[in-house]
């Protein structure tokens, strides 16, 4: 019989958090942060399916804030008029209070590159929003939640 894991067990974003060079960010809505390889096409004589091998990977995210400050000018503004390559890290933290033994996933993102800069976006009678789109190069694990 298939293991049956109840819907409570599903983790809640709602408690995610996350800290930029050590400050937390507490108007966070969101983050999103992967890791796509890069592979290379492997064709041999007498196999006619396309293989592929592993070069590299790429990490690519998104922070998503709602706007009640100006932090990514403060971190990003004089830096990027200076020509300056400035590189962050982002610690996150996702806890469901609902996980088994109340666990908790960590990942430190490292070498953290923003991609642009928001200098300005509002609309009448809608809610400020800022999404930060960024690159990273490194990445740990520094707690994970383990099966049941």
Known sequence: MANKIPGNRVINGTWGEIW???DKVSELTGLEAKVTLKKEDVN???VLAKDTKVTGWEGKGTVKMHKVNS???IKLGDMIKKGKDIRFTI????????TVDAQSERVALTGVSFDDLTLMNFEAKALGKVECPFTFTGY???DVINPE
Do not use: E, H
């Open 20 to 22: 930029l060079d050590g």
């Open 44 to 46: 041999m004589c007498g």
């Open 71 to 73: 932090r990514m000018a």
């Open 91 to 98: 610690v996150s933290k996702l806890a469901d209070p609902d």
């Open 140 to 142: 740990d694990f520094t």
